[in-house]
């Protein structure tokens, strides 16, 4: 049965039990793109099922790097709002995934740790699979104070931060300022959910290691920022 055919005449759960087979013929980007067309808001759960499962694809066995892959393009699909995700966006996602990643050691993040701040985790919980994929290890909090305060106790390799929460609309420059006040120099980079030229250039400046709204974007700074560091 085609994976449309399943979509129509079985509903969701056949037509991703359909998409799983698939895993075993076709080649991970067009899979990719055939989940994210046909299913879009069901990609949660086929990101979350490929998390526990060992998935062959073409005959070679899908890498975390795959994974991470997956979950990058679910981050994609939601940040493209309610209308159709446009393949080439895919794409993109996919190619600019596979870049961080061929940058890092075999080891990916394995033994490295990021500080997440943001008010509405559950936003970027793709993001997180994603990196978590490649090896990184998280720790969440939703405040500028939480934040400072586990800085304070504990060795972290990048902060990951949004930029507007309930304590102020530039709350992740505010932090950035808090923290290097402190003589932090950890890698600090900020995801929001639009960056101008104007807002990159002014972070940058006030010594972020990178500003982006692009979810593989982000897996190439956090890639590059911890990578640069001794482990």
């Known amino acids: 049965m085609s994976v449309a055919a399943a979509a129509q005449d079985g509903g969701w759960t056949a037509g991703l039990t359909a998409v799983s087979g698939l895993l075993g013929t076709l080649v991970w980007p ?3 793109l055939a989940v994210v067309l046909i299913f879009r808001r069901p990609l949660v759960q086929f990101v979350e099922n490929l998390q526990n ?3 062959k694809a073409g005959g070679a066995e899908v890498t975390l790097t795959a994974r991470a892959e997956a979950a990058v393009v679910a981050a994609t699909v939601d940040k493209s709002g309610p209308g159709p995700t446009q393949p080439d966006d895919i794409e993109r996602a996919i190619r600019s995934t596979r870049a961080a990643t ?3 050691p075999a080891s990916g993040l ?5 500080l997440w ?7 970027n919980r793709h993001e997180r699979e994603a990196l978590a994929a490649l090896g990184l290890g998280i720790t969440v909090c939703t405040s500028s104070d939480q934040a400072l305060s586990l800085l304070g106790t504990r060795t972290f390799d990048v902060v990951i931060s949004d930029m507007s929460r309930p304590e102020g609309r ?3 420059l505010d932090l950035l300022a808090a923290i290097r006040k402190t003589g932090n120099e950890v890698p600090y980079v900020v995801y929001a959910a639009s960056a101008s030229a104007s807002d990159v250039a002014d972070a940058k400046s006030r010594g972020a290691f990178g500003y982006t709204a692009d979810p593989s974007t982000l897996l190439q700074l956090v890639a590059a920022a911890v990578g640069g560091r001794p482990s």
């Not at 394995?110 to 990021?114: D, E, P, S, T």
């Open 53 to 55: 499962a060992t998935v």
């Open 170 to 172: 530039r709350a992740g």
């Open 110 to 114: 394995l033994g490295r740790v990021a």
């Open 30 to 32: 067009a899979t990719v």
């Open 117 to 123: 701040v943001d008010d509405k985790p559950d936003n």
């Open 102 to 104: 061929t940058a890092l």
